[in-house]
């Protein structure tokens, strides 16, 4: 039992954010991507750009812990998948290109 739960726990399934809370947020047409790190821009900006691309972002903070950024690493692998399939391949490049352009305009 305890090998299970540290188990669980290394992967981040006892955070808000890993793999089975991203497919609960997809199925309920709510997907996020989690940004980690001090960010150059603020979510609310990056959102005017995500909008279009069917997501939002949401920022975690800059202090966290190992379990925790692998339940994040878990939750925005799905939700790049789940991205791709409503975007198409290369989605990503395109996106942060207009990113790009939203920082070198700050």
Do not use: H
Not at 37 to 48: A, Q
């Amino acid at each position: 039992m305890l090998g299970i739960g540290i188990t669980l726990s290394y992967f981040g399934f006892f955070n808000r954010f890993n793999y089975i809370t991203a497919k609960l947020d997809i199925t309920n047409n709510n997907p996020q991507k989690v940004l980690v790190g001090l960010p150059f821009i603020s979510p609310t900006e990056m959102n005017k750009v995500s909008k279009k691309y069917g997501f939002k972002n949401i920022r975690f903070g800059c202090i966290i812990s190992g379990m925790e950024l692998n339940g994040i690493d878990m939750y925005n692998d799905q939700m790049d998948q789940y991205l791709t399939k409503i975007n198409g391949v290369g989605w990503e490049l395109k996106y942060n290109k207009e990113i790009d352009s939203l920082i070198k305009m700050k």
